[in-house]
């Protein structure tokens, strides 16, 4: 079993879109892995009808309990993330500001900063439209450690994988944008990263650095071109970029309309009418197949 | 004023708005934009007429790190890292740098003395200056998660600088760095399409912007591309749509060039619609 995981650097780039190709081709012998759980569109794009699902418990949170608090200022003089600030009656927390590292409750003289354990939100195993499974996960806004929900989601797939049969050939793993926390997380490990470049000046510059990222961490990249065909500078940068960090180039997809409509009818790509579009999926299928080497 | 520019998705024309709405602003009156896209940062290919290079400073912070490499287990430090830093190998302890925010915590708690602290990089803030734009960008360094001590930085540097509006390109997503970076905003711009995906994520960052008290307006971006309703979470969210930019096939060239399109018709349109609300507001 391989786990092959999609990454752009940049948003919109059509790491989902094409995830989920990826995952209908596939079929029962693949499960996704929606690990952008900031903003999940795995089950839009999959139609998952939720099987189980479960609380995800985030870690400790921390609150300071007026009446217990003498006003001191051990806490706030304590907290290197200015998150604590004087009010009327007593010191207060700044939720937005707070990277939970508790250090407010062991210098509280007064014991008044209790810490609690936080719902950071809920982690599904679904259904797609064909059967096959969906690991995904909801954050709830505003809230912390995305990179742990990430870990969690990966594991549940690769323990549903552990067990399924007929054997699972891939996990599928939907990365977040970027190059940070949750999607070092989404990549560690991954037999195989394609990298989704959108054919534009943000979209080369986040994959150059995601590329750099991906060297740093020793995993094997290959690379998707997206919206091709709007500039042809832009066009060559994408595929300069690719050669330039050694990643195969499997396929060059052109800006087209046909995409975004078999994306909203919930086709997958895959399972579209659409002889084009169907196309694209079952070419770019098969090249991740002998890229993984399956 | 303080105008952050977030959307949930990635890829909407966060950007995209924040270049154009800065470009006007500049024009009447002193404006910084600050990339707090950290992990992303591209408004400044934008803005060709800058100066450049920018002037660039490290952001350090302090992170814990053993006296002598390593240190025998007491148990007073390990169990207190919420940031698993602190790993104890057969009862000697070790401190991962790359995960360490730099809180102090294990620092105080050591009765020993067996804890110091250094300087580490983890990121760049960038700054360069046209005309009556202040332009600032932070930058994470590749292979680092501490985003959201860059977005600090990078606010910090933004609020030094004297501005009638400070406009902020905020990181996609809902969580941690997107919070951060829009606290202490005036007002919140989400970047939305009228797809399925893009009003599931837009979604998301109402209700965080609902639980962060911050008022908020909707700039739907690529109109014409599809039907999904985003008017219901409008008014469920109290977020009126201020401004719709359609997609042209001219602004998709000038998007994948990362050029600004500051003659384009349709976009002056939506940016003095922008300016006209946020006016109306100050």
Redesign the interface.
Known sequence: MKTIALAS?????GK?SVAAALGAAFGLQGINADCDV????GA??LGARIMSSEDYWA??GYAINASACSSCGACAL?C??DAIARTASAYAI?E??C?????CV??CPSGAVLAHDKLGGALYVSKTRWDSTLVHA??V???????KLVRAVRQRAEAIAAAANPPIEAIIIDA??????P??ASLSGVDLTVVVI?????GV??AA?LF??LS??KRAAIAVIN?AG??A??DAQARGLAEAWNAPLIAVLP?D?RF?LST?RGEAWFHSPDVFVAGQARSLYSAVRSAAAL | MIIAIAS?????GK?TLAVHLAARLAKFSDTTLVDL????P?SD?YFPEAQRPYTSAAVSIRIAEAVDGEFADTSACAS?C??GAIVSIKGILRINAGLC?????CL??CPKGSIRERPMVIGQIGETRWERLTLVRGS?A????R??AVI?EAKKRAASRPFDFQIRDC??????????AA?GADICLLVAEP???SV??LA??L??LQ??GIARAIVLNKAG??QADYQSLAMRYDAPVIAEIPWTESL??A?????RADGDADLAQAIDSIVSYLGALS
């Open positions: 650097g940049k948003g919109g780039a989902t900031d903003a999940a569109n839009i794009a870690g400790e304590a290197r993330f700044d937005a500001l990277e939970r590292c508790g250090a062991d210098l909801e954050l806004p505003g809230e912390d450690t995305s990179g977040p944008p970027g190059i940070g926390c999607v070092i959108e054919a534009g000046s943000s510059r986040d650095r750099e990222l740093g961490m919206k709007i500039d500078y832009w800006w309309k975004r909203e | 949930g998705k990635g890829g909407t950007t896209d950290v992990e992303a591209d290919a207190l919420r940031f925010k730099g809180c102090g915590r105080r708690a994470l590749i292979g680092d998660i985003a959201t600090d990181p996609p997503g809902a969580t941690c760095p997107t919070v951060r606290h797809t399925d995906f599931h994520d998301g960052a209700r965080m639980g962060m591309t599809g998709a060239k998007g994948a060039a990362g050029r």
